[in-house]
Nanobody, 124 residues
């Protein structure tokens, strides 16, 4: 079992930045590929970014490419999401997730563990 706890959400003006963190505990963090997903009110949960177990491969949703960066520190059991040039449409609850695989994945259904989420609100 892996426990995931997100932090770093908040209220920010359009054009601003936030860095989300997701701290993992319970199992060896470096055994898991990680992802960030988000869910806006009334919408389905959607893929944002993913990173493989070693941190050598990443992938992003088209809507965040060039603005968001996913990274991980296996020594600290933490995955990050740096979000720059934020837009009102980025407003959502952001979730980190882990999957028992070396490879990153954009598929929500391939993740085994989920955090509780952190709210990000971008004002115009």
């Amino acid at each position: 079992q892996v426990q995931l706890v997100e932090s770093g959400g908040g209220l920010v003006q359009a054009g601003g930045s936030l860095r989300l963190s997701c701290a993992a505990s319970g199992r060896t963090f470096s055994n898991y590929a990680m992802g960030w997903f988000r869910q806006a009110p009334g919408k389905e949960r959607e893929f944002v970014a993913t990173i493989n177990r070693s941190g050598t491969s990443t992938d992003y949703a088209d809507s965040v490419k060039g603005r968001f960066t996913i990274s991980r520190d296996n020594a600290k059991n933490t995955v990050y999401l740096q979000m720059n040039s934020l837009k009102p449409e980025d407003t959502a609850v952001y979730y980190c997730a882990g999957r028992s695989s070396y490879f990153d994945s954009s598929s929500l259904n391939e993740y085994d563990y989920w955090g509780q989420g952190t709210q990000v609100t971008v004002s115009s």
